[in-house]
């Protein structure tokens, strides 16, 4: 882990194409596109919320992988909390041995 800062993207999958419906703009596990490669590369994870209003998608995000729904989130936020409190917790415990 080179970094405790973990980077996230809440969102709607709006789509991509010229014409209705359209196709989800982060492919599927077994053939992702470039913005699904890019944020396996850069983010911890993409939260999708599809609402009716904003999406127009044939067939919903194919969820997996970096992909999770958005109502995963506050889960993640309590589970990456509690890996940091006990790396800070080993962390001091190491430097009383240096004091």
């Not at 996230?8 to 992702?32: C, I, M, R």
Request: aromatic share 8%; hydrophobic share 35%.
């Amino acid at each position: 882990m080179l970094t405790r800062i973990k980077v996230v993207l809440a969102t709607s999958d709006t789509g991509t194409g010229k014409t209705e419906p359209l196709k989800s703009e982060w492919g599927t596990l077994e053939n992702p596109d470039k913005n699904r490669l890019l944020a396996e590369s850069y983010l911890d994870g993409v939260y999708v919320e599809n609402v009716p209003e904003f999406c127009k998608l044939g067939e919903p995000t194919a969820l997996g992988g970096i992909v999770r729904p958005l109502n995963e989130l506050p889960q993640d936020f309590i589970r990456w909390g509690e890996e940091l409190s006990k790396l800070i917790h080993i962390e001091r415990r190491g430097l009383r041995r240096f004091i």
